[in-house]
Structure formats: structure tokens, C-alpha cells
């Protein structure tokens, strides 16, 4: 049986968009983040940019699903 592990998008997200990607809660998500807020950065608006999610991503890992 082969799996295949598709990665997700690198594009702008809100914080929403990243709970349901992760499949975590919005206060699990806001726990997670907390320890790498300076490196972060604020949301510019409702919105993480690119830069952001990059640095997301690294920390907390690549979020894919697996088929």
C-alpha cells in the first residue's frame, strides 16, 4: 500500500483557515503559537502573510493529509 503526503498551500491564512488545516481548536492553535509570537510577527488584519506562514509552518511543522 503507497501513501502519498500532500502539503498543503504556502499562501495568506487567517487564523481560522489554520485551525481547520492543523484540525485543532482556535485555543489549542493560540497555545501553539504563543511561544513563537516576536518571530511571528502581528496579523496584518484577520490575515497572516506568506512570511508568517512560512515561519509557521516551520515551527509547528508542515500540516498535509494524507490519501
Avoid at 49 to 62: C, D, S, Y
Wanted: proline share 6%; hydrophobic share 35%.
Amino acid at each position: 500500500m503507497k501513501r502519498t503526503f500532500v502539503v498543503k498551500d504556502v499562501k495568506p491564512y487567517t487564523m481560522k483557515e489554520l485551525c481547520k488545516i492543523y484540525q485543532i481548536s482556535d485555543k489549542t492553535m493560540r497555545k501553539w503559537l504563543k511561544p513563537f509570537s516576536q518571530q511571528i510577527g502581528p496579523r496584518q488584519g484577520h490575515i497572516y502573510n506568506v512570511a508568517q506562514v512560512v515561519i509557521i509552518f516551520t515551527n509547528l511543522g508542515i500540516p498535509g493529509e494524507l490519501e
